[in-house]
């Protein structure tokens, strides 16, 4: 299970089966991914690296482990494929078992240079090895460490009042509306679920982490809504002072 700190909710380390459809993006082995229910799929076996014979023993921090999925045998696996996305550059994470399984292939590993074995188990490379690593001291442990937020809520409103402010006038009115029609039981109030839509019925499409930190914005008594009043009152002040400035 994933680090609390990381999502709102708990997150699994889930793989299914390797097909035309579904496989990871850059090996091409059994795709491994984060998934918010804990099924079957989630279950992994803890298992020492060979030479490492511990069975039955409490798995210890700072030594090479391998992780067998539970459900497909496959292990997990990192072969050091190096790709860039929103957090910079990252390595590939999939699930294939890369021991060595035939005499041939430990015939060639010799012929190589590399360190092999006939017995079980068999040869598992480093590519399949984890550690599990811990903090310098339990102080260390409890600090949680929270990354900047990629999304900025001042920018967002202001980009917008921008979008209303080319719109003209009754756009406003026409947001104040929508809201009122989503408040089904007429408190004034709207959530996460009910601002995201609300606003992409006028062609203002936001994610779910950017309609988020709008949340945490407006969201004063921490009830996990937001009073829309307070809403338009913060989008209506600006449209009102930029046309004050144009005349």
Not at 99 to 123: D, F, H, V, W, Y
Not at 154 to 163: A, P, Q, Y
């Amino acid at each position: 299970m994933s680090n609390p700190h990381i999502n709102n909710k708990d997150l699994f380390l889930h793989s299914v089966p390797i097909t035309p459809l579904a496989y990871a993006r850059f090996s091409r082995n059994q795709e491994v991914c984060l998934h918010v229910q804990p099924t079957y799929n989630t279950v992994w076996r803890i298992m020492p690296t060979p030479g490492n014979g511990y069975y039955n023993e409490p798995v210890r921090a700072d030594v090479p482990l391998i992780f067998e999925h539970c459900q497909t045998q496959q292990y997990l696996s990192n072969d050091h494929i190096t790709y860039r996305n929103d957090f910079g550059n990252e390595l590939e994470v999939s699930a294939k078992a890369l021991a060595t399984n035939s005499k041939t292939q430990i015939l060639i590993g010799e012929q190589t240079g590399m360190k092999t074995r006939e017995s079980c188990p068999k040869a598992v490379p480093e590519q399949n090895h984890w550690t599990f690593v811990l903090a310098d001291s339990p102080a260390a442990a409890e600090v949680q460490q929270e990354a900047e937020p990629r999304y900025s809520a001042d920018k967002m409103i202001s980009d917008i009042k921008e979008t209303l402010k080319k719109r003209g006038a009754m756009m406003i009115r026409g947001i104040a509306r929508v809201f009122r029609i989503l408040d089904d039981n007429k408190n004034r109030q709207i959530d996460s679920n009910e601002l995201l839509w609300g606003l992409k019925d006028f062609d203002i499409h936001l994610n779910e982490e950017q309609v988020a930190v709008l949340m945490k914005h407006f969201d004063t008594d921490g009830q996990g809504t937001i009073n829309f009043d307070d809403f338009l009152v913060a989008l209506r002040v600006s449209i009102i002072r930029l046309w004050y400035v144009a005349e």
